[in-house]
């Protein structure tokens, strides 16, 4: 499970990319937010709309819908992820991991101090 700032890192060359790994990446998944996240990224620093979308999924096997149940899951994250300063993308991707049980993948280093009941890895 990728964080849109996971998938920067890999698009961007930045530290701690490597070690999402191609093993790793061929099993990855990201919430279809965190594509619209990347994606919005990449149009604001000048790329053509085609362009960004093609790299924002470029490294993702199978994007996730969003679902209702993934909604309720953001949602009622809120107050645990207010003081920390996380997105509705960011807790898109935590309810995606949470859904599926998935180890999540960030290189935002404010995630460090969650406790979800999951398993957060990051890259930085």
Not at 27 to 47: I, Y
Not at 50 to 68: L, Y
Not at 93 to 107: E, N, P, Q, R, S
Request: aromatic share 4%; charged share 20%; hydrophobic share 50%.
């Amino acid at each position: 499970m990728l964080d849109a700032s996971a998938v920067l890192a890999i698009l961007n060359r930045e530290a701690g990319a490597e070690k999402l790994t191609s093993r790793l990446l061929s099993e990855a998944t990201v919430s279809t937010v965190n594509l619209a996240e990347v994606q919005g990224k990449l149009v604001s620093r000048g790329l053509d709309p085609d362009d960004a979308w093609e790299a924002a999924v470029a490294a993702i096997r199978d994007p996730a819908p969003f679902t209702s149940a993934q909604a309720k899951i953001a949602g009622d994250l809120v107050a645990q992820t207010r003081p920390l300063g996380l997105s509705l993308g960011d807790r898109a991707c935590l309810a995606l991991g949470i859904a599926l049980g998935a180890t999540v993948y960030t290189a935002d280093r404010s995630w460090k101090g969650l406790r979800l009941g999951i398993r957060i890895h990051h890259l930085r």
